[in-house]
């Protein structure tokens, strides 16, 4: 019979950018793809604010390492 086991939730680490709203949206659409390319990031929420300035949540899992010594 197969045990139970614990899962753990993901940790993650979170970064919070405010761009501007004469940011265009193909120049913020590259900014979030070239951090979710090398930064390995993944958008997490998005907010459009009166007057048009954005707040974005990106995040990423943290890995934990343990030593093998």
Do not use: C, N
């Amino acid at each position: 019979m197969p045990t139970a086991t614990a899962h753990r939730p993901a940790q993650y680490e979170f970064r919070v950018l405010t761009l501007p709203g004469t940011a265009s949206r193909g120049s913020v659409r590259q900014m979030l793809t070239d951090e979710a390319e090398y930064g390995r990031w993944e958008l997490a929420r998005t907010r459009v604010y009166v007057g048009g300035h954005r707040r974005v949540w990106l995040r990423r899992k943290v890995v934990r390492v343990t030593s093998t010594l």
